[in-house]
């Protein structure tokens, strides 16, 4: 089955430091790869998206990759912030009916020291 | 445009009762999705309505069940509680449900079993 494996937090950074969060995943099919931030006592809120090879996400100075060699698309951003701290999370969505649904990685907490 | 709300934001039961949570998708999303959101497990699908039907369902126990409105809003039940159950649950909307398709989350409704 589909599977996201996620780099293990916690990750502690100090301000403009640069980011890296590995995300590696498994699929039946072509998946979209996603990821998604949650900050203390919210919801999930997307963050960036790639719905096929080589596509780029970007937002809020966040960038991932989809590389399907190395079924990868690991996120980065090259000088973090304090308001950066969250937990971010990988998933896949992949193609096919009933496949659809949204498949996790574990989650990764960024602490971002001033 | 509103976003996904979802009510109640918080509730406590005790083992043995039922609960009903609801959702409102954002105007015009089609599909809404429920997940469960735990320390232990993760981020876990639950599952998925299109149109009043449901399209696709994760691997959780009959006592978990959902529907949805001609207005596209969703509720979903939880029978005879157990510990275990307490959680955050979350919804998400997209307009098609379709892999390439944002799935938009609400706050979620943190459900404590006692």
């Known amino acids: 089955g589909d599977s996201v494996t996620q780099m293990e937090g916690p990750v502690t950074l100090s301000e403009e430091a640069f980011l890296t969060i590995n995300c590696t995943y498994t699929?039946?099919?072509?998946?979209?790869l996603f990821w998604y931030v949650q900050y203390p006592g919210e919801g999930l809120q997307l963050l960036l998206k790639?719905?096929?090879?080589?596509d780029k996400g970007s937002n809020k100075g966040f960038e991932a990759t989809y590389r399907k060699e190395t079924t990868s698309f690991h996120l980065e951003k090259g000088s973090v912030q304090v308001s950066d701290s969250a937990v971010y999370f990988c998933?896949?969505?992949?193609?096919?009916?009933?496949?659809?649904?949204?498949?996790f990685g574990t989650g990764t907490r960024l602490t971002i020291i001033p | 445009k509103a976003g996904v709300t979802q009510t109640p934001r918080y509730l406590i039961k005790t083992r043995g009762q039922q609960v009903t949570l609801s959702c409102s998708p954002i105007?015009?999303?089609?599909?809404v999705s429920w997940y469960q959101q735990t320390p232990g497990q993760g981020l876990q699908f639950l599952f998925e309505?299109?149109?009043?039907?449901?399209?696709n369902k994760g691997n959780f126990p009959g006592r978990f069940s959902g529907r949805q409105f001609s207005n596209s809003r969703s509720e979903m039940n939880v029978s005879t509680l157990e510990l275990g159950d307490s959680a955050l649950y979350l919804c998400?909307?997209?307009?098609?449900?379709?892999?390439?398709?944002?799935?938009?989350f609400g706050p979620g409704t943190r459900l404590t079993v006692l």
């Open positions: 998400a909307s997209s307009v098609t449900g379709e892999s390439t398709d944002t799935q938009y």
């Open positions: 699929a039946t099919g072509y998946p979209s």
């Open positions: 790639a719905t096929k090879a080589d």
């Open positions: 998933a896949l969505s992949d193609r096919g009916f009933g496949n659809e649904k949204l498949t």
């Open positions: 105007s015009g999303h089609r599909s």
């Open positions: 309505y299109f149109s009043e039907t449901q399209r």
